[in-house]
């Protein structure tokens, strides 16, 4: 049963992550105003992506909601719970000193352990688990980030165990500047929603014979003092759910751009990236088809790329979206294919009309053959398929030759050109289509 009170997150009824920061905060000033001890614990399930790749994210969710019940029925109703991310769950803890939180800890590692029936298969989930206690003085910020480097050492000792803050001095100095760092990027996200910091830029796919399958839209991410690279704020944006709200807008973004350059007489498929949030979310289809009537743009004219795993969801949320976007004329194309759990047993059933090799074959060319030898036998069989093949990361004229040798249809990357921002692509495009006549 899905939690639609505002400012819970809907899976487990939890304190959402934004919400959960301002009740810790709370939590820290009445502990700091009463000279009362404040326990935080910091729970992350253990092999959580297995359990997603075996179950489908409906099971995976089947699980977060089956532990987060047992988690709120061990703790007492003076607990606080929240949920930070996919399957990482926080409990604040008023009135417990280290001893009390320790003994908590060790009961909610049982309890959570006893088994579970999902899908018809008995599994044992288990957790590991980061204990800090407030310290006088101590913001809630710093605190969380001690229960997380705490929880992140438990991990890394292998798991179903407890940690408590102070136990894990020596990788300390880097766990804290990561933590702050991650919450200063969410904040970051936050404000360029706000202000319009959000832009994208667009990278063209050349043919081998020189015409454009299409332009893929990249997510750039610029505020008045610096510039945040990728890297840096889809892991955050995937962690802390903000990835569908900026999925949605680079929807509607992409579609409008691709409707300018119908209107400017350079009509090209504009292909932009659909995240595992965003496939996983209900609010997905009517996104999509709301970015269509907004910028009055064909289905024909926008492309989705998706990575393979999200295709072999069978989840029924994923599976009800990847329909949606067939009988909205929308194409699909497979990303960064052969880098992850790419199986050829089932590449046939793919309803996808594209296949994007990903970089990490095309860097080595020409030099390894076994990787060319890969990239031949791919464009092969997507030409039997019926798919159009790309690859992904051409960066100079031999690597260029050599996919040309291997006989992919088109390429991206800079050997053509970078990713650039909308009015140089639309001056890029018109420019090439001056010099084909």
Known sequence: MHDNRPGRDPITGFLSRSSGLHAAARAVTEAESTASPLAVLWMDIDRFRQINESFGHAGGDRVIALVAERLRLALSGDSILLRMGSDEFVALIPSAVLQMAAEIGAMLLVEIERPLLIDNLLMRPSISMGIALHEAGEDSLRLLERAERAMLEAKRRGGKRVVVSGDERVTGRQGVQLAREELAVEGDLHRALES???????????????????????????????????????????????????????LLQGAQFAARLRDEGVATKVAINVSRAQLTSRSFAPALQAALICANVAPALIELEFTESLFLDVSETVQNNLRSVRAAGVGMAIDDFGCGYSSLSILKDLPASKLKLDRSFIKVLPEDRRAYAVVKAMAMLGRELGMTVIAEGVETAEQQAAVESAAVDAVQGYFHARPMPEEAMLAWLKERTTHEF
């Open 196 to 250: 319009g910091g959000l832009s994208l830029e667009y990278q063209p796919l050349v043919g081998v014979d020189g015409r454009i399958e299409a332009v893929e839209a990249l997510m750039r991410c610029n505020l008045p003092r610096r510039r945040l690279m990728p890297g840096k704020f889809i892991p955050v944006a995937e962690k802390t759910g903000l990835i569908v709200r900026l999925g949605e807008w680079s």
